[in-house]
């Protein structure tokens, strides 16, 4: 009707209407067209945003929905002395008690103005890391408690106080130009924020990014205080803001470690990073009693974490401080405080982490959160300057009103304006043809869900690994059947199921024979052939066989690598022209792996990238033009220390990108996790976060599996590295 009224408007055959009525018309016609460029620019696509798109998988992040909380440091710990002092949404941890308020030389007042704060006095201030946003970041909280004693500072208190929260990191800082990168310990020194961020490239493979920086938060100019060519983690101020102490390697370098780090002490000016003296050899986490005390922790000759003491003299003395029979960790410690430390525990009797006050006049602990929360881990104590309370970061769960929604897709930022970055809730993910489907492991388990997180289901309930769809058959998803990091003898089968079969647990083929630990299934782009790798011919090698009928097939099975060394995590490039694989073949059985790819024939035979001589570069997976590989790779090292994390296996692992003939390496992930199995979306997605629609299991992750075991006495021994 309206287009009609539009139309007819200017047809001088029709009636004349009324100068009211062509008004009334002509705002209609208005009205409509504007409508309808608004719904053509809304659906065109975004010629600024990104053309492409990659997801991975990060090992147990989705469930963490870490919060920072505190208890007092005296009398008995009971359910209504804990306070939730971060916001209840984001990922928060790492925190800290700044010495004095540092609201008055914050550059932007309007946050704290607009909050009617009024005596900053008397408000509890925590700096601290934040993963919100799809970034890392540093905040200052702010909560203050309006006519509320101090000693009354209890759960009941928090929810009707003021709370402010500032990020100390903005627009003036090194984030200025853009850069991605992971923050770690921070801690406030006069006017100054001392912390480890990656934000600069090391410029060698397997050499970390991690370096501390000093940023002076009224300008937001920054220095680095690490020496370039050196790795610097878990900065500690000393009290008179003089020194600072850090866990390094040195000159030397990451050694490939996955448990305790080979770190020794160092210990700097604050100001400028000069008079870098190594005082301690083997240790890690520093704190600051005095300007001449340090606490650290180490792995002992027997096995044992425990903390030591570093009195600072002419000559360093080191003694240990916490006795075997538990693992002691993460120590924390408060200006001129001599009578107790703080430190994360893992006992015997108990498979989760807590916090403990250790009396360093009686040598005895004191529980300090398994009373209330047996059954949660918690991670790296702080304590408040004036020794009055504990801090330390847990998982909220669906208490203490936690807000945070559960997500299928979380979009992270890029450092690749082209590239929408997603870290995906599941293992070995991959897209269907459209892109309008997901499959992805649970272990145990394949599972199928739609892109936008509705029509999540089951689709095998065995142990698999590794998923790949057909690009040809509709909803044909193969996979492989049977255990993970397994010898080349054990059974394991590539199988292909029909997740369209309109039953709840859709039937699947088995392709394969003998159970010789056949894996990473890839299809070619035809549909005709699956590319894997096989451990039957007593080393892991690729092979093609018939993507339909399997080996048993009339097309049978050829070999495409042989050698005594290992092929896998193979994936067909979208032109049919490359197969890319990740080998140990220049080092076999050394442990290090390097990208190769080769044609479907068996000639062309290249290598793409390595992480140094012994590095790891996994997983690869092409771009939907064939011209760039996403892995997963130790290519930049670790970034904080593994032991003040929950588990990851491979707590090095981060997603590069890379052009096919080997040029143009970039780092997109910047944490301290593991993050893997990444895979390339055949349409660009929008880079916003995808929630699940029902919420799934929090706080469901694991401690570091090493803390486990009670040790073997006068051995040390790190983990072996998983073999793929």
């Known amino acids: 009707m309206i287009i009609y009224l539009c139309l007819s408007s200017g047809n001088h055959s029709q009636e004349n209407p009324s100068p009211r009525e062509m008004n009334r018309i002509t705002i209609l016609c208005f009205c409509f067209f504007l409508s309808l460029i608004i719904i053509f620019v809304s659906a065109a696509p975004d010629l600024d945003g990104p053309t492409t798109s990659i997801i991975f998988t990060t090992l147990g992040r989705a469930d963490y929905a870490f919060d920072v909380f505190s208890l007092p440091a005296h009398g008995p710990s009971t359910v209504v002395d804990e306070l939730r002092i971060t916001d209840g949404q984001s990922v928060n ?8 308020p540092i609201i008055s030389i914050l550059p932007d007042q309007t946050l704290i103005e607009s909050s009617g704060l009024k005596r900053p006095d008397e408000s509890m201030q925590t700096v601290y890391v934040t993963e919100r946003n799809g970034s890392s970041s540093i905040y200052l909280d702010i909560i203050y408690y309006d006519e509320i004693p101090s000693n009354s500072r209890k759960r009941s208190a928090l929810e009707t106080a003021v709370r ?69 983690y878990s900065p500690a101020v000393s009290p008179s803001g003089v020194w600072t102490a850090v866990a390094s390697y040195g000159e030397e370098g990451w050694g490939g470690e996955v448990e305790e780090l080979s770190t020794d002490i160092y210990v700097f000016r604050t100001r400028d990073g000069s008079e870098r003296t190594k005082v301690v050899e083997h240790g890690g986490w520093p704190c600051w009693v005095d300007d001449s005390t340090l606490f650290f922790h180490r792995r002992g000759g027997d096995g044992w974490w425990s903390i030591y003491r570093a009195i600072l003299t002419e000559s360093v003395v080191i003694e240990r401080v916490t006795p075997p029979g538990l693992h002691a960790f993460t120590p924390a410690t408060s200006p001129g405080n001599k009578n107790f430390i703080a430190v994360a525990t893992r006992r015997p009797d108990s498979d989760f982490r807590h916090i403990e006050l250790f009396d360093l006049l009686s040598n005895e602990f004191r529980a300090l959160t398994r009373p209330i929360s047996p059954q949660t881990h918690h991670f790296n104590p702080f304590i408040s300057p004036d020794s009055t309370r504990i801090g330390y970061h847990r998982c909220r769960g669906d208490s203490n009103g936690g807000k945070s929604p559960q997500l299928l897709l979380e979009n992270l930022k890029s450092p690749l304006p082209e590239i929408s970055l997603f870290r995906f809730d599941g293992s070995f993910p991959s897209f269907s043809p459209t892109g309008d489907r997901i499959a992805y492991i649970k272990f145990p388990g394949v599972y199928v869900v739609n892109r936008d997180g509705s029509g999540q289901r089951e689709v095998f309930s065995g142990m698999a690994f590794s998923t790949a769809w057909d690009r040809k058959r509709r909803g044909v998803v193969y996979t492989n059947a049977g255990p993970t990091f397994a010898t080349e003898s054990t059974e394991v089968d590539i199988i292909s199921i029909n997740v369209d079969d309109d039953v709840d647990q859709p039937s699947y083929k088995k392709l394969t024979t003998g159970g010789k630990n056949n894996a990473f299934p890839s299809p070619s782009p035809d549909g005709k052939w699956i590319v894997f790798r096989s451990g ?28 005594p060394w290992t092929d896998t995590m193979c994936n067909w490039s979208p032109d049919g022209d490359w197969i890319a694989f990740a080998s140990d073949r220049e080092n076999p059985g050394g442990g290090g792996f390097k990208l190769f790819v ?127």
């Open 164 to 232: 402010v929260e500032v990020p100390l990191l903005g627009t003036n800082s090194e984030h200025s130009n853009g850069r991605i990168s992971m923050k770690d310990r921070p801690s406030i020194v006069g006017e100054d924020l001392v912390y480890v961020s990656t934000h600069e490239d090391s410029g060698a493979p397997r050499k970390s990014w991690a370096a501390v920086y000093l940023t002076h938060l009224p300008t937001g100019s920054t220095r680095r205080l690490t020496p370039y060519g050196v790795a610097d």
């Open 536 to 563: 039957r011919s007593g080393h892991k090698n690729l092979y093609i066989m018939d993507a339909v009928e399997g080996e048993r097939g009339g097309n049978g099975i050829h070999r495409l690598t042989e050698g």
């Open 93 to 100: 941890f790492n925190g800290h008690f700044p010495a004095s």
């Open 598 to 724: 080769i044609h479907p024939n068996g000639t062309g035979l290249r290598k793409v990238v390595q992480s140094g001589s012994a590095g790891r570069t996994n997983h690869p997976w092409f771009s939907p033009d064939g011209k760039r590989i996403a892995f997963t790779s130790d290519y930049a090292a670790v970034s904080a220390e593994p032991i003040s994390n929950s588990h990851h296996y491979q707590p090095y692992g981060e997603i590069f990108v890379v052009n096919l003939d080997g040029s143009g390496i970039h780092r997109l992930t910047h944490n301290s996790y593991e993050d893997g199995t990444p895979a390339w979306a055949p349409n660009p997605i929008r880079p916003v976060d995808v929630k699940l629609p029902k919420g799934g299991p929090r706080c469901s992750f694991e401690d570091c599996h090493w803390l486990n075991n009670s040790p073997n006495h006068g051995v040390d021994q790190q983990q072996s590295e998983p073999q793929c």
